[in-house]
T-cell receptor, first 114, second 111 residues
């Protein structure tokens, strides 16, 4: 069965360290997204990609970067982790056709920045 | 500003009872409205997607309604089960296909 997997599921790091969260999907979807989820807030879009070598900033992109070298993977990098980036991060993918298609989410990566 | 407001924030009901969750939005014009179910520690899972021309959509015991005139949607759960305990999130897609997420309603089903 097709799926979307994230790793690591849990990570604790220190302020200033670089962190990369991996996202791998076997749906063969062109569209991939990274969200963060914090208590009391809806999911907030960090970065998204509509295909290989395409990346776009979302509403909360500062301090994050992504790259898309193939269809399956969209790693999220925190260049210099800050305590404000403590959150649960979700990767998602969808079929082409912009955001009218159903989103499929990974299980999430819980990041703690000390 | 485009916003999606959900009520109540949390709800506790007994197993077997029905419940209705509310979603009000200010997104205009909008492309579609979605409801997601998110179990604790898991990613959201889609329940329904409705365009502006659809009034009702069902998925098993879940029925979503949409009133595009009043910009309101509801999710009705019939004969609740313990597995329905989760957060339910309303999401509205604007005309640029950007998704605006509500903060969710946390539903607890007690035996």
């Amino acid at each position: 069965d097709a799926e979307i997997t994230q790793s690591p599921r849990h990570k604790i790091t220190e302020t200033g360290r670089q962190v990369t969260l991996a996202c791998h999907q076997t749906w063969n979807h062109n569209n991939m997204f990274w969200y963060r989820q914090d208590l009391g807030h809806g999911l907030r879009l960090i970065h998204y990609s509509y295909g290989v070598h395409d990346t776009n900033k979302g509403e909360v992109s500062d301090g994050y970067s992504v790259s898309r070298s193939n269809t399956e993977d969209l790693p999220l990098t925190l260049e210099s982790a800050a305590s404000s980036q403590t959150s649960v991060y979700f990767c998602a993918s969808s079929e082409p056709g912009q955001n009218t298609g159903e989103l499929f989410f990974g299980e999430g990566s819980r990041l703690t920045v000390l | 500003k485009n916003q999606v407001e959900q009520s109540p924030q949390s709800l506790i009901i007994l197993e077997g009872k029905n419940c209705t969750l509310q979603c009000n939005y200010t997104v205009s014009p909008f492309s579609n409205l979605r409801w997601y179910k998110q179990d604790t520690g898991r990613g959201p899972v889609s329940l329904t997607i409705m365009t502006f021309s659809e009034n009702t959509k069902s998925n098993g015991r879940y029925t979503a309604t949409l009133d595009a005139d009043t910009k309101q949607s509801s999710l009705h759960i019939t004969a609740s089960q313990l597995s329905d305990s989760a957060s339910y999130i309303c999401v509205v897609s604007d005309s640029n296909y950007q998704l605006i997420w509500g903060a969710g309603t946390k539903l607890i089903i007690k035996p």
